[in-house]
């Protein structure tokens, strides 16, 4: 079936403007993830949705960054006010309830200059 | 919170011979372990994962093996093929408080044919 997809697969934009990431989960998957890869690191933990609500967002960086899954599926990441710091790879990945296994999409590089 | 070290962060291995990947943790309320394979430009792909109830699975050429009263679990590849090149990355999570992974740095595996 279907994997977890991600759009854009890259995104430049310049220091300063507002992105929007979106992740379209494997269907039925309830729990939804966000994580964010520097190069040559492993994934962070930034967000966790079971169902439409945010179950752990310890992970995001600062007030720039928010994401939503309005009806228990596709999930929006945005962040406002980007800078280059930001640059990364964003992935998302689901799970089919929360504390089981995680299936990644391919992630979206956003480079901020 | 919890804290995974990975070793070794390079290896190289002659084809047809073995590979460990070697990994620590430092929440003894973590209990669940899985490694992810990344290709260059992908997302990871889940290949195996552990529960803290088991010391040892395998499936086919990949085995993991867990040591809670150490808090250290490894992957093991035999027979290594030319398409097992890649990064792998161990992770761990606690069902009990939250559902994030906390991955470790990457191991890049290179096969020499």
């Known amino acids: 079936g279907a994997g977890v997809s991600q759009t854009p697969s890259n995104k430049v934009t310049e220091k300063g403007k507002y992105v929007e990431l979106r992740c379209d989960p494997i269907s039925g998957h309830t729990a939804l993830y966000w994580y964010r890869q520097s190069l040559g690191q492993g994934p962070e933990f930034l967000i966790y949705?079971?169902?439409?609500?945010?179950?752990?967002d310890s992970g995001l960086p600062n007030d720039r960054f928010f994401a939503v899954r309005p009806e228990g599926s596709v999930s929006t990441l945005k962040i406002q006010r980007t800078e280059r710091g930001d640059s990364a790879v964003y992935l998302c990945?689901?799970?089919?309830?929360?504390?089981?296994?995680?299936?990644f999409g391919p992630g979206t590089r956003l480079t901020v200059t | 919170g919890e804290n995974v070290e990975q070793h070794p962060s390079t290896l190289s291995v002659q084809e047809g011979d073995s590979a460990v990947i070697k990994c620590t943790y430092s929440d003894s309320a973590s209990n669940y372990f899985p490694w992810y394979k990344q290709e260059l430009g992908k997302g990871p792909q889940l290949i195996i994962d552990?529960?803290?109830?088991?010391g040892e699975k395998k499936d086919q050429r990949i085995a993991v093996t867990l040591n809670k009263t150490a808090k250290h679990f490894s992957l093991h590849i035999t027979e290594t093929q030319p398409e097992d090149s890649a990064v792998y990355f161990c992770?761990?999570?606690?069902?009990?408080?939250?559902?994030?992974?906390?991955f470790g740095t990457g191991t890049r595996l290179t096969i020499i044919p």
């Open positions: 992770a761990a999570s606690s069902h009990f408080r939250n559902e994030k992974l906390t």
């Open positions: 552990i529960r803290s109830n088991v």
């Open positions: 949705f079971q169902g439409t609500g945010a179950a752990d």
């Open positions: 990945a689901s799970s089919p309830r929360g504390g089981g296994e995680q299936y």
